[in-house]
Each structure stands twice: as structure tokens, then as C-alpha cells.
């Protein structure tokens, strides 16, 4: 009888391992996927930014006449650069890990969320 009992935990112990292999596959998948996700984020963020950079701090488009309506302009694109560069920079600091290693950043997480940190 006692057999039997340890063949069939066994048995189960095998299947559970293999759901937990399966599970902790898909769950860094899914850190790859969010961390492209952001990271393209990131990416959107910078070319907006360059975007408003090229559109407001340019001469040829904006009127000769108007000194300090270019100024302005000029200002105006400088700043967004700044914000925009800024945040999609941190962006996509934060997730190029997840993008190049997510198991790290998946068994990172388990622990984290484990040991009680999170």
C-alpha cells in the first residue's frame, strides 16, 4: 500500500513540475513582452521629442520677422526634448534588461514578490 501511495505522489509530483516548468516559461515570456512593450515606449518617446526639436528650433520654418515669437518656439522645442527625451531615456533604461535577459528579471521578480518586498 505504501508503494502504491509514493508511485502515485510520484506521479503527481512529475505533472506538477512540469505545469511549474510550462508556468514559469510563459511568465518570462511575459516579461519579454512588457519589457519590449515599454522599451518601444521609450523609443516613441525620444523620436516625439527630436520630433519637436526639429519642428520648433528650426529657422527655415518659422517667420524671420518675429524675434521673439522664435525665441519662444525655440524654447518651446528645447523643453520637450528635454521631457520627452528624458522620460523615454529612463523608460527604456528600466526595461532593456527585461529585453536582453527576462529570465533575470523573472526570477528576480518571484523573489522579490517571495520574500516579501513587494
Not at 520677422?65 to 520637450?80: M, P, S, V, Y
Not at 532593456?96 to 533575470?104: L, Q, R, T, V
Amino acid at each position: 500500500m505504501d508503494k502504491e501511495i509514493l508511485n502515485y505522489l510520484d506521479n503527481v509530483g512529475q505533472y506538477l513540475q512540469g505545469a511549474g516548468e510550462k508556468g514559469f516559461e510563459t511568465y518570462v515570456h511575459g516579461v519579454w513582452v512588457s519589457s519590449l512593450i515599454y522599451g518601444s515606449l521609450g523609443l516613441l518617446l525620444l523620436i516625439i521629442g527630436i520630433v519637436f526639436f526639429i519642428t520648433f528650433a528650426n529657422k527655415k520654418i518659422l517667420k524671420e520677422n518675429e524675434e521673439f515669437i522664435d525665441r519662444e518656439k525655440r524654447a518651446f522645442g528645447i523643453g520637450l526634448l528635454i521631457i520627452f527625451g528624458l522620460l523615454g531615456t529612463v523608460i527604456i533604461m528600466y526595461n532593456s534588461i527585461g529585453i536582453f535577459a527576462p529570465d533575470y528579471v523573472a526570477i528576480k521578480e518571484i523573489s522579490e514578490s517571495i520574500g516579501g518586498k513587494k
